[in-house]
C-alpha cells in the first residue's frame, strides 16, 4: 500500500529538479501568505464582494493586468533560464528535456497568457470610457471570460509541478505533439489549459464587438471613434475568425490523445498537415490580435503628447481594415519549408509582403502627427517613439523571410528568433508598457513616477536591442532555433555570452518597472483632475479612477476629439447645459462565473489525467451553473441620485 501511495506521488509530483523543489516552495509559502494575510486583515469578505464576483469592467480589466503581470514574470524567468543556457557553450544548467519544457511555456505563456490578457485589460478599462459608455454589452459574460481565462492560465502553470510541463514548443505540431511519440500529461495540459482560456477569449472578442456597435455615446459614429477603439473593434472581428479554428484544432488533438482518435496522424487517414494549417490559421492572425490593439494605443499617446489630432484618421482605420483581412491570407508562410507547390508558396509570400503597405502608412501617419507638434517627452511618449524604429526593423526583416526563395535559408534559424521578437517586443510589450503609462492615473488614481519610468524605459529598450539585434546575425551565421547547446570553435559563443547580458538587462528593466509601481503606490503623485495628460477622448473626462457608473450624464460627441472639445467650449465660456442627475441602472454582482470557471477547471483537471471520475462531475457542474443562471432575473440594482451626488461631490466635481 505505501509502495503504491509512493509510486503515485512520484509519478504524480515532479522531482528531480532542485528549481522545481524551489519552485514547490515558493508556491507553498505564497499561498500561505496569502491566506494568513487575508485572515489577519479579515479581507476574504472583501476579496469575495470586491474583486472575485465583480462585473464592474474597470475592477475586470484590472485583474487582467495583475494576471498578466504575473504570468510576465514567470514568462520572464523562463527566458533567462533559457539564455543562461545558451550563454556558453557546452553548459549543462539545463537538461535537453527541461529546455524543450521550458521553450515550450515560454513562448505559450507570453503569447496567451501574457500578451492577450493585457490587452484585453486595457480594452476593459478605456473602451467603454472611450465610447461613453457605462458598462460593457454583457457584463456576466465579461466576468466569466475573465475567469475563464484565469482559470485555463492556472491549470496551464499547473505542469511546472504536477505531472509535468509540455514540451512540443507554443505550435505543438502533430505528429510530436500526439500520445505516441508525447506520453504523459504535459500536452494534455496544454490543450486543455488553452482550450478554456481560449473560450474566455472568443467570448471577449463577441463581447467588445456588441459593445461599440451598440453602446456609443450619442452622436459617435464610426468615423468619430477613438483610435483605440477602432483597434478593439477590428481586432474582436478577428477573433471571431480566427478562435474557432483554434478551438477545433484543440478540439481534435485532444480527442487524438484521450480517445485514440486520428486527426492528426497518419494512421488511419489523419493530416499532420491539417493541425499547421488549422493552428496558423488561428495563429498569424493571432500576431494581429495583440499588435493592432496596440497600433490603437500609440495612435492616442502620440496624438496626446504631440497635442495634435492624429493625422489620417481615416487611412489608419483602412489601414487597419487591410491588415486584418490580409492576416487571414498569409498563414502558409509559416510552413513554406513544407513542401508546397511553387504557386502555393508564391500567393502567400505576396500576401505576406502586402502586409507592409498599410503597415508603413501608418507609421508614415505617426510620423506626419509628430510634424509641428507640441511633444512632450513623457514615459508612455518615449515607449511610442521607441516603438517605430524597432518595430520597423522587425517589419523589414519579416519582409526578407516572406521570400520563399529567401526563408529556405533564414527558417528556423536565429535570424526568425530576433524578427519575431522584435516585432512583438516592440509592438506588444512597449506598447503595453507605453499604455501602463498612460493609463495608470486612469485606472488607480495617482501616476506612475516619470524618473523612474524614464530609467526603466532606458535600461529595457537598450538591453532588448542588446539582446535581439546579435541574433539576426547569429542566425546568419547557421544557429539555428530550439538549440539545447552548441559546441565550442563555431564561432557563436561570444555573440550568445552578448544576447544573454541583454536579457537580463531587459528583466533589470521590468524589475525597475515593478518598483516604480510599489513606490508610485506609496507616495505617487494622486490625479486629482481625471485629466492628467491633458488628454483628447472621453476617458479623462471622468474622475480617476472612474466611479461604478463612469458617467453621470453620457456625453454627446460631435468630433473626433470630444473631450479636448469640451475643453475648447469650456475655455470660450460655452458652458453646456445642465442636466439633472438621474437613478443609474447597473448590473449586480455574481458568483457565477467565478464558480463556474472553478468547476470547468476541476474538468479539465480530469481530463489532464485522463479521471473521468472527476472530469464527468466537473463538467456537470458547470451544466448546472448555466441552469442557476438561467433562472436569475434580479441581475441589477439601481444607484440613487443621492449617492451619485455623494460620489461626484467626494471627487471634487459637484460643488
Same mark, same amino acid.
Given at each position: 500500500m505505501i509502495e503504491s501511495i509512493k509510486e503515485f506521488l512520484g509519478w504524480f509530483f515532479v &522531482?528531480? !529538479?532542485p528549481m522545481i523543489y524551489g519552485a514547490d516552495v515558493s508556491i507553498a509559502l505564497a499561498s500561505i501568505a496569502i491566506v494568513v494575510v487575508l485572515t489577519y486583515f479579515k479581507k476574504w469578505k472583501w476579496l469575495w464582494n470586491e474583486w472575485l464576483t465583480t462585473v464592474d469592467h474597470k475592477k475586470i480589466g484590472i485583474m487582467y493586468i495583475i494576471a498578466a503581470l504575473l504570468m510576465l514574470f514567470r514568462g520572464?524567468? !523562463?527566458?533567462l533560464m533559457m539564455r543562461t543556457q545558451l550563454a556558453l557553450p557546452g553548459m549543462n544548467f539545463l537538461s535537453a528535456d527541461h529546455y524543450n519544457q521550458v521553450f515550450t511555456t515560454h513562448g &505559450? $505563456?507570453? $503569447?496567451?497568457?501574457?500578451?492577450m490578457p493585457f490587452i484585453f485589460g486595457l480594452m476593459n478599462i478605456a473602451v467603454p470610457l472611450q465610447i461613453g459608455a457605462r458598462d460593457v454589452a454583457y457584463p456576466f459574460l465579461n466576468a466569466l471570460s475573465f475567469w475563464l481565462f484565469f482559470f485555463g492560465a492556472m491549470l496551464f502553470n499547473l505542469s511546472f509541478v504536477i505531472g509535468g510541463s509540455p514540451d512540443a514548443g507554443w505550435s505543438s505540431y502533430a505528429p510530436y505533439a500526439g500520445s505516441e511519440l508525447n506520453p504523459g500529461v504535459g500536452q494534455n495540459y496544454y490543450l486543455i489549459g488553452v482550450q478554456i482560456s481560449g473560450i474566455g477569449s472568443l467570448a471577449t472578442g463577441i463581447n467588445f464587438l456588441v459593445t461599440i456597435l451598440k453602446m456609443r455615446a450619442p452622436g459617435m459614429t464610426l468615423f468619430k471613434m477613438p483610435m483605440f477603439t477602432w483597434s478593439i473593434l477590428i481586432t474582436s472581428v478577428i477573433i471571431m475568425f480566427a478562435f474557432p479554428a483554434f478551438t477545433v484544432a484543440l478540439a481534435l488533438m485532444t480527442i487524438d490523445r484521450l480517445f485514440g482518435a486520428?486527426?492528426?496522424t497518419i494512421a488511419s487517414g489523419g493530416s499532420p498537415m491539417l493541425w499547421a494549417n488549422l493552428f496558423w490559421f488561428w495563429g498569424h492572425p493571432e500576431v494581429y490580435i495583440v499588435l493592432l490593439p496596440v497600433f490603437g494605443i500609440f495612435s492616442e499617446v502620440i496624438a496626446t503628447f504631440a497635442h @495634435? &489630432?492624429?493625422?489620417? =484618421?481615416?487611412v489608419m482605420v483602412w489601414s487597419m481594415v487591410a491588415i486584418s483581412i490580409l492576416s487571414f491570407l498569409t498563414w502558409l508562410h509559416h510552413f513554406f519549408t513544407m513542401g508546397n507547390t511553387a504557386p502555393v508558396n508564391a500567393f502567400f509570400s505576396i500576401s505576406t509582403m502586402l502586409i507592409a503597405i498599410p503597415t508603413g502608412v501608418k507609421i508614415f501617419n505617426w510620423l506626419f502627427t509628430l510634424n509641428k507638434g507640441r511633444i512632450q517627452f513623457t514615459t508612455p511618449m518615449l515607449w511610442a517613439l521607441a516603438f517605430i524604429p524597432n518595430f520597423t526593423i522587425g517589419g523589414v526583416t519579416g519582409v526578407m523571410l516572406a521570400m520563399a526563395p529567401a526563408d529556405y535559408q533564414y527558417h528556423n534559424s536565429y535570424f526568425l528568433v530576433a524578427h519575431f521578437h522584435s516585432t512583438l517586443i516592440a509592438g506588444t510589450v512597449f506598447g503595453i508598457f507605453?499604455?501602463?503609462? =498612460? *493609463? *495608470? /492615473? @486612469? $485606472?488607480?488614481?495617482?501616476?506612475? !513616477?516619470? @524618473? @523612474?519610468?524614464k530609467w526603466s524605459f532606458w535600461v529595457f529598450m537598450i538591453s532588448f536591442n542588446i539582446c535581439f539585434m546579435p541574433m539576426y546575425f547569429l542566425g546568419l551565421m547557421g544557429m539555428t532555433r530550439r538549440m =539545447? &547547446?552548441? /559546441?565550442?570553435?563555431l564561432g557563436w559563443a561570444p555573440i550568445n555570452f552578448i544576447i544573454t547580458i541583454g536579457a537580463f538587462g531587459m528583466g533589470l528593466g521590468f524589475i525597475l518597472m515593478a518598483w516604480n509601481i510599489v513606490s508610485s503606490a506609496i507616495k505617487g503623485k494622486r490625479d486629482t483632475t481625471g485629466d492628467p495628460w491633458d488628454g483628447r477622448t472621453l476617458e479623462w473626462s471622468t474622475s480617476s479612477p472612474a466611479p461604478e457608473y463612469n458617467f453621470v450624464h453620457i456625453p454627446t460627441v460631435s468630433t473626433r476629439d470630444p473631450f479636448e472639445a469640451m475643453k475648447e467650449d469650456k475655455r470660450a465660456g460655452r458652458a453646456p447645459k445642465q442636466r439633472p442627475i438621474r437613478p443609474i441602472h447597473m448590473p449586480n454582482n455574481t458568483g457565477i462565473p467565478f464558480i463556474m470557471s472553478a468547476f470547468m477547471f476541476v474538468a479539465g483537471f480530469g481530463l489532464v489525467f485522463e479521471w473521468y471520475w472527476m472530469a464527468i462531475p466537473g463538467t456537470i457542474a458547470v451544466i448546472i451553473c448555466m441552469i442557476v443562471r438561467s433562472f436569475v432575473y434580479n441581475d441589477h440594482h439601481i444607484i440613487p441620485v443621492d449617492e451619485i451626488e455623494r460620489t461626484e461631490r467626494a471627487a471634487g466635481r459637484l460643488s
Amino acid at each position: 500500500m505505501i509502495e503504491s501511495i509512493k509510486e503515485f506521488l512520484g509519478w504524480f509530483f515532479v &522531482t528531480g !529538479d532542485p528549481m522545481i523543489y524551489g519552485a514547490d516552495v515558493s508556491i507553498a509559502l505564497a499561498s500561505i501568505a496569502i491566506v494568513v494575510v487575508l485572515t489577519y486583515f479579515k479581507k476574504w469578505k472583501w476579496l469575495w464582494n470586491e474583486w472575485l464576483t465583480t462585473v464592474d469592467h474597470k475592477k475586470i480589466g484590472i485583474m487582467y493586468i495583475i494576471a498578466a503581470l504575473l504570468m510576465l514574470f514567470r514568462g520572464g524567468v !523562463d527566458a533567462l533560464m533559457m539564455r543562461t543556457q545558451l550563454a556558453l557553450p557546452g553548459m549543462n544548467f539545463l537538461s535537453a528535456d527541461h529546455y524543450n519544457q521550458v521553450f515550450t511555456t515560454h513562448g &505559450t $505563456i507570453m $503569447i496567451i497568457f501574457v500578451a492577450m490578457p493585457f490587452i484585453f485589460g486595457l480594452m476593459n478599462i478605456a473602451v467603454p470610457l472611450q465610447i461613453g459608455a457605462r458598462d460593457v454589452a454583457y457584463p456576466f459574460l465579461n466576468a466569466l471570460s475573465f475567469w475563464l481565462f484565469f482559470f485555463g492560465a492556472m491549470l496551464f502553470n499547473l505542469s511546472f509541478v504536477i505531472g509535468g510541463s509540455p514540451d512540443a514548443g507554443w505550435s505543438s505540431y502533430a505528429p510530436y505533439a500526439g500520445s505516441e511519440l508525447n506520453p504523459g500529461v504535459g500536452q494534455n495540459y496544454y490543450l486543455i489549459g488553452v482550450q478554456i482560456s481560449g473560450i474566455g477569449s472568443l467570448a471577449t472578442g463577441i463581447n467588445f464587438l456588441v459593445t461599440i456597435l451598440k453602446m456609443r455615446a450619442p452622436g459617435m459614429t464610426l468615423f468619430k471613434m477613438p483610435m483605440f477603439t477602432w483597434s478593439i473593434l477590428i481586432t474582436s472581428v478577428i477573433i471571431m475568425f480566427a478562435f474557432p479554428a483554434f478551438t477545433v484544432a484543440l478540439a481534435l488533438m485532444t480527442i487524438d490523445r484521450l480517445f485514440g482518435a486520428h486527426f492528426f496522424t497518419i494512421a488511419s487517414g489523419g493530416s499532420p498537415m491539417l493541425w499547421a494549417n488549422l493552428f496558423w490559421f488561428w495563429g498569424h492572425p493571432e500576431v494581429y490580435i495583440v499588435l493592432l490593439p496596440v497600433f490603437g494605443i500609440f495612435s492616442e499617446v502620440i496624438a496626446t503628447f504631440a497635442h @495634435k &489630432t492624429l493625422f489620417g =484618421y481615416a487611412v489608419m482605420v483602412w489601414s487597419m481594415v487591410a491588415i486584418s483581412i490580409l492576416s487571414f491570407l498569409t498563414w502558409l508562410h509559416h510552413f513554406f519549408t513544407m513542401g508546397n507547390t511553387a504557386p502555393v508558396n508564391a500567393f502567400f509570400s505576396i500576401s505576406t509582403m502586402l502586409i507592409a503597405i498599410p503597415t508603413g502608412v501608418k507609421i508614415f501617419n505617426w510620423l506626419f502627427t509628430l510634424n509641428k507638434g507640441r511633444i512632450q517627452f513623457t514615459t508612455p511618449m518615449l515607449w511610442a517613439l521607441a516603438f517605430i524604429p524597432n518595430f520597423t526593423i522587425g517589419g523589414v526583416t519579416g519582409v526578407m523571410l516572406a521570400m520563399a526563395p529567401a526563408d529556405y535559408q533564414y527558417h528556423n534559424s536565429y535570424f526568425l528568433v530576433a524578427h519575431f521578437h522584435s516585432t512583438l517586443i516592440a509592438g506588444t510589450v512597449f506598447g503595453i508598457f507605453c499604455a501602463l503609462h =498612460y *493609463w *495608470w /492615473p @486612469k $485606472i488607480f488614481g495617482y501616476l506612475l !513616477d516619470e @524618473k @523612474k519610468g524614464k530609467w526603466s524605459f532606458w535600461v529595457f529598450m537598450i538591453s532588448f536591442n542588446i539582446c535581439f539585434m546579435p541574433m539576426y546575425f547569429l542566425g546568419l551565421m547557421g544557429m539555428t532555433r530550439r538549440m =539545447y &547547446t552548441y /559546441p565550442w570553435g563555431l564561432g557563436w559563443a561570444p555573440i550568445n555570452f552578448i544576447i544573454t547580458i541583454g536579457a537580463f538587462g531587459m528583466g533589470l528593466g521590468f524589475i525597475l518597472m515593478a518598483w516604480n509601481i510599489v513606490s508610485s503606490a506609496i507616495k505617487g503623485k494622486r490625479d486629482t483632475t481625471g485629466d492628467p495628460w491633458d488628454g483628447r477622448t472621453l476617458e479623462w473626462s471622468t474622475s480617476s479612477p472612474a466611479p461604478e457608473y463612469n458617467f453621470v450624464h453620457i456625453p454627446t460627441v460631435s468630433t473626433r476629439d470630444p473631450f479636448e472639445a469640451m475643453k475648447e467650449d469650456k475655455r470660450a465660456g460655452r458652458a453646456p447645459k445642465q442636466r439633472p442627475i438621474r437613478p443609474i441602472h447597473m448590473p449586480n454582482n455574481t458568483g457565477i462565473p467565478f464558480i463556474m470557471s472553478a468547476f470547468m477547471f476541476v474538468a479539465g483537471f480530469g481530463l489532464v489525467f485522463e479521471w473521468y471520475w472527476m472530469a464527468i462531475p466537473g463538467t456537470i457542474a458547470v451544466i448546472i451553473c448555466m441552469i442557476v443562471r438561467s433562472f436569475v432575473y434580479n441581475d441589477h440594482h439601481i444607484i440613487p441620485v443621492d449617492e451619485i451626488e455623494r460620489t461626484e461631490r467626494a471627487a471634487g466635481r459637484l460643488s
